[in-house]
């Protein structure tokens, strides 16, 4: 019994010393949880957050069971709304496949200066990493398109 006690104390003396998350990141993504549209500081906290998690990470592009690195160019495209904020907002939360992601909007930029384009991110609530890119036309175009993403 005294060994049974003994190995409990240790584990949660072991989980105690884990490293604890940020009070700021916990209360972000409490707040992604939420319904509500995010204002435009909240937006601006949560791309600071993906910023900070990609950070030395390679992004890959997985395309059926073909996986890829996302090239310099190509990143730019798919996570420049991170830096370039101008015309993004929150489109809500969504779930799916057993994940939770908030989706962001942002203008993009279309061959046919007549037709909208727009890009849209979709970011894992828990992780803070982007899940999926998708590029489209305010009418449907061969030029539209999307992308499964990892982090490594």
Known sequence: MRRIAFILLASAAFAACGPREDPARAALRARLEQQEPLAAEEIARVFDEVSRTLAGRAVGIVRGSTKSELGASNREVV??????????????????????????????????????????????????????????????????????????
Do not use: C, W
């Open 79 to 152: 996570l420049g709304m991170l830096t370039d904020r101008t015309g993004v907002f929150d489109e809500g939360l969504r779930s799916g496949g057993g994940r939770k992601a908030r989706v962001f909007n942002a203008p993009g930029q279309s061959n046919n200066p007549e037709i909208e384009a727009s890009r849209r991110l979709f970011v894992d609530v828990e992780s803070f990493q982007p899940l999926r890119f998708e590029f489209a036309h305010a009418f449907a175009s061969p030029d539209d398109y999307a992308l499964d993403l990892t982090v490594e």
